[in-house]
């Protein structure tokens, strides 16, 4: 067996997927061969939810049930409130939501039901109380009311309904649901890989998806678009981002929201964000924060050699001012990402189980060989901070 060593595994195809297609180099992106702009402007997150979930997209009846079936499951077991009320306030949104993904399973029979019917049903509820739990810890972190789930509006509608206590306007709604279309799936992205890496060895669903959400909130993966608007906070105002962003290109700093393993040309999810944001912004008295983050894309594109690397803005760029404009606590924009992204999540865990195959590549061992096993009493300890072991790094030894 020939191996070879690929770190960040970025040339290493490690699964079919007939979910979504990307081509990086020409910034393309297709869910089941459906352009990502024209399902932006035309589609739904319940209709990308089935298109992602059964490769079609569904006709009116389908489309209406599922979304019936969707909504019938935003509600949680009264058992999960008590859940929420017990973590701590000073929680981050994303680690109480890694709780609460994996609390799921307590609450449900089938929980440790392989069937492939019974999964379907799972990932079901998964994306239907994912967006609930994040608003339901919002507003216990607040020491608000927890506010019970409407049931007759949108995934989109409903979690700003139970997040703010109040019925969102259409466009609230709508500038939400494109950025949960925009986020429901991108190949096999680091949270997608763990998802997939959890139930290939024949664990659960709600262990991947607690899984996936603990990868996806990484600075690199889902935590950037928080970043972007703390950056953007951190600026305060557009003639101080020329000296900004200038400074930090200077010392070699990275700006979040650029850049992408995967895309070296501008990220199709950012091109109609970019627009998007725009209107979003201006229509909820934001325009000065667009326009700094419009200040920022020409800087850094004008760099000399920054399109030679393929740095181009990449959807959270856009994503992080349309979440700040709906009036999202910036520590909720990763949370909303992985109430999109549990579509993808799920969908690929039930194409993984479909052809399952453990996944397990190698380590590259680049330690000792052949020691001699010394007893207690002979060892004199490591060098301290000269020692490259475990405790001397730990600070321990
Ligand atoms: N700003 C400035 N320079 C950058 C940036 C950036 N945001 N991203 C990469 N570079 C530079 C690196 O410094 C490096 O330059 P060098 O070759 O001169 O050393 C070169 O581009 C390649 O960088 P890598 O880290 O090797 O590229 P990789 O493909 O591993 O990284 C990543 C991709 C992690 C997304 C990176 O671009 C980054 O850190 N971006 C900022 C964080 C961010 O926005 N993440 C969100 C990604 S999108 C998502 O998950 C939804």
């Not at 979304?67 to 935003?74: A, I, N, R, V």
């Not at 994040?134 to 409407?150: I, T």
């Not at 992205?189 to 262990?207: G, H, K, M």
Request: proline content about 4%; glycine content about 8%.
């Amino acid at each position: 067996m020939s191996l070879t060593v690929d770190k960040g595994l970025g040339n290493t195809i490690a699964a079919d997927t007939k979910l979504s297609y990307i081509d990086g180099s020409k910034g393309v992106l297709e869910y089941v061969g459906y352009d990502i702009d024209s399902l932006a402007r035309n589609s739904t997150f319940e209709e990308t939810t089935w298109l992602l979930w059964n490769g079609t997209l569904p006709t009116q009846n389908e489309l209406a049930g599922f979304t019936k079936e969707l909504q019938s499951q935003f509600d949680v077991d009264p058992r999960m409130l008590d859940v929420v009320r017990a973590i701590p306030r000073t929680a981050a949104p994303m680690d109480a939501l890694r709780t609460l993904v994996s609390a799921l399973a307590h609450f449900d029979r089938e929980a440790d039901d392989p069937s492939p019917a019974a999964n379907r049903r799972k990932s079901l509820r998964l994306v239907a109380k994912t967006a609930s739990l994040v608003a339901l810890f919002d507003r216990h972190r607040k020491g608000k009311a927890l506010v019970a789930p409407d049931s007759t509006l949108s995934l989109a509608g409903n979690f700003l309904w139970m997040l703010t206590g109040a019925k969102p306007t259409e466009a609230m709604t709508r500038a939400l649901d494109v950025c949960l279309v925009l986020h429901a799936d991108h190949g096999l992205n680091a949270s997608t890989f763990a998802a997939r890496v959890t139930i290939a060895t024949q664990s659960d669903l709600y262990s991947a998806a607690t899984t996936a959400v603990g990868t996806l909130k990484g600075p690199l993966h889902g935590g950037a678009n928080q970043e972007v608007m703390e950056m953007l906070l951190d600026i305060g105002d557009l003639s101080k981002v020329d000296q900004y962003i200038t400074s930090k290109l200077a010392r070699k700093e990275r700006i979040m929201g650029f850049g992408h393993r995967v895309y070296k040309a501008y990220d199709p999810r950012a091109t109609y964000l970019k627009t998007f944001a725009k209107q979003v912004a201006a229509d909820t008295g934001n325009l000065p924060l667009y326009e700094m983050t419009r200040r920022i894309e020409e800087i850094v594109l004008a760099q000399p050699n920054i399109i030679e690397k393929g740095i181009f803005p990449n959807v959270d760029f856009y994503s992080a001012t349309t979440y700040y404009s709906l009036g999202l606590d910036l520590d909720l924009f990763t949370c909303m990402f992985a109430a999109s992204r549990m579509a993808g999540w799920t969908g690929h865990c039930i194409e993984q189980l479909a052809a399952n195959k453990l996944i397990r590549p190698h380590a590259d061992y680049t330690g000792p060989h052949g020691l001699t096993y010394l007893p207690m009493a002979q060892r004199t300890g490591c060098a301290g901070a000269a020692c490259s072991c475990a405790t001397a790094l730990s600070g321990v030894a």
